[in-house]
């Protein structure tokens, strides 16, 4: 472990990184491990987690043809259960429609995000000529993240299809379609939840009369075990600021009483989308960035599906995850890690990944860093709200928020890190205790650091002295940090973070490694002789 160094950057500089390794073993398709293998453990792993670590993420990327981007890889599930301070490790492919029919031709013939399928050559020239007026089919190739609903865990892409998936031996156990239960055309793989198992995400719809964002409610009981989205509700439909080009959104925000919709400049063109197929384009060159228009803030009342009348706005910005929302003296704390720019959905082509030498620092250098920040939103704007002067009135917070007109609000953001978080590249894949602190005021969040593509680093903020610990190591490329609470925990970084680490230097050198959340000093690590490419989210499952 080690603590940042003081360092002095002015508000608006990027370090310039140069040097970078060469990452491309961790893009690299690997062999699935379904039956369970023991591990080296070192140090040791305390007795009291019980349970296990669910990931996903991409795992193999050629079918006779390779995929274009990151995202396409086949999902590829992880499993390191922890019982008694020992670890397995077992993986399995999803057996997804779109892993069979891949794998029985050995060619790619479903479209994904940045690939588009070539014609089949077993139809006729005049068959193949048709094919290209269809629209790009959804994938269901779900490698995003695990997810849970009423119970039952599934694994998520963004499309409208998600599959429910056996915890213990990872085994696909039935696909869901969104849209046989709710009028949506997907959902995002990072849903919220109430305390009592109430689910929230959001999913767009696409109409005669254009597209429109749907906040969704998924009850938390289930009337037999079959039940999968039954019950589920579209709470509230938003028109988006130009429906032939609504916002691309990978997340949102929630409140104890709000859904927080946050659409930013990241646009999808429908008319590019859809004659993609006509056009040989995939569904990726459909998605731009759009620095000239502003990032507005949806508020949706959770108890009566209304959305807020007032809207605000910031500068042009993206966001990928959020960190917390929460209520507090008449305003809503928005936090999450934010670019200025908008183009890195597209950097993450796996070319790019597989880049050495000054390509790829030439590259890195030109992305937007992700950095914690946090907007201070006034709930009770009335007509007598004056206008023009800052009604951010918290002590010690530097965010502004400025009535323009009676139902419009510009917000400047403050952030939620010193200036040394520029060493580190910014951050990424947040995390808290979301059991006891999500929705509301908290301390501590933890993420990656990101001085590569892919995260480098483990980071632990406080957010009362924007001082931060870091657990880094020399070719190790971690994770997306899981906290987990110890037993009778008191205190909010009471617990453990659970991380995978791989390596592109040593074959087979993965481990799982267990921090103490407290001090961010290493537990121990659990080694497992497997490669793993770099995945995306998971789950702590305590009851497996």
């Not at 109430?198 to 005669?208: I, Q």
Request: aromatic share 12%; with cysteine; proline share 7%.
């Amino acid at each position: 472990m080690q603590l940042n160094p003081k360092t002095n950057h002015n508000s608006n500089h990027n370090p310039k990184v140069h040097g970078l390794p060469n990452i491309s073993p961790l893009v690299r398709s690997v062999e699935e491990t379904p039956e369970p293998i023991p591990t080296t453990v070192k140090g040791t792993i305390p007795s009291w987690i019980h349970g296990s670590l669910l990931r996903n993420g991409p795992g193999k990327f050629e079918f006779g043809n390779h995929y274009n981007h990151w995202f396409d890889g086949m999902a590829l599930m992880h499993r390191f259960q922890i019982v008694d301070g020992h670890v397995t490790y077992r993986s399995r492919f999803l057996r997804s429609d779109s892993y069979k029919q891949n794998s029985e031709r050995n060619r790619i013939m479903v479209s994904e995000f940045g690939t588009l399928a070539l014609a089949d050559p077993c139809k006729n020239f005049f068959q193949r000529f048709l094919s290209r007026f269809e629209m790009i089919k959804p994938t269901d190739n779900a490698s995003v993240n695990f997810v849970k609903y009423k119970g039952d865990y599934y694994v998520s892409t963004e499309t409208n299809y998600i599959h429910r998936v056996d915890p213990d031996t990872l085994e696909s156990k039935q696909k869901v379609d969104w849209s046989k239960f709710i009028a949506v055309n997907g959902a995002t793989a990072h849903p919220h939840f109430d305390p009592d198992g109430t689910a929230y995400n959001m999913g767009n719809s696409y109409r005669n009369k254009g597209a429109f964002y749907n906040i969704i409610r998924v009850p938390p009981e289930r009337d037999g075990p079959e039940d999968t989205l039954e019950g589920a509700k579209i709470l509230c439909s938003i028109a988006p600021r130009d429906k032939s080009k609504p916002s691309y959104y990978h997340s949102f925000g929630m409140s104890e009483n709000y859904v927080v919709f946050i659409e930013q400049p990241i646009k999808m063109d429908l008319f590019k989308i859809v004659t993609g197929r006509l056009r040989g384009k995939s569904l990726n060159e459909g998605v731009f960035w759009d620095p000239n228009q502003e990032t507005t803030f949806h508020l949706i009342d959770k108890h009566t599906g209304k959305e807020m009348p007032v809207k605000y706005h910031a500068k042009a910005l993206s966001t990928f995850h959020q960190i917390n929302a929460f209520e507090q003296d008449g305003f809503l704390m928005l936090d999450m890690c934010c670019s200025d720019d908008g183009q890195a959905i597209n950097n993450f082509l796996i070319q790019n990944l597989r880049q050495s030498g000054e390509a790829l620092d030439e590259m890195y250098n030109t992305m937007s860093r992700p950095l914690p920040r946090r907007f201070v939103l006034p709930l009770n704007i009335t007509s007598e709200t004056p206008l023009e002067q800052n009604l951010n009135t918290r002590p010690d917070s530097t965010a502004t928020a400025v009535c323009r007109t009676k139902n419009q609000v510009f917000c400047t953001f403050e952030d939620l890190h010193g200036e040394d978080l520029k060493d580190y590249g910014g951050l990424e894949f947040p995390h808290i205790n979301y059991a006891r602190y999500n929705t509301k005021p908290y301390r501590y969040y933890y993420g990656c650091g990101f001085r590569h593509l892919v995260g480098d680093s483990l980071i632990k903020m406080d957010l009362e002295s924007k001082k931060f610990k870091v657990w880094q190591q020399p070719d190790l490329y971690p994770s997306e940090p899981v906290f987990i609470p110890s037993p009778n925990a008191e205190e909010e970084d009471d617990g453990v973070i659970l991380s995978v680490i791989i390596t592109p230097v040593k074959d087979k050198s993965t481990f799982l490694l267990v921090l103490d959340a407290k001090t961010f000093e290493e537990l121990g690590r659990a080694e497992v002789p497997v490669n793993i490419p770099y995945g995306f989210h998971g789950v702590f499952n305590s009851s497996a």
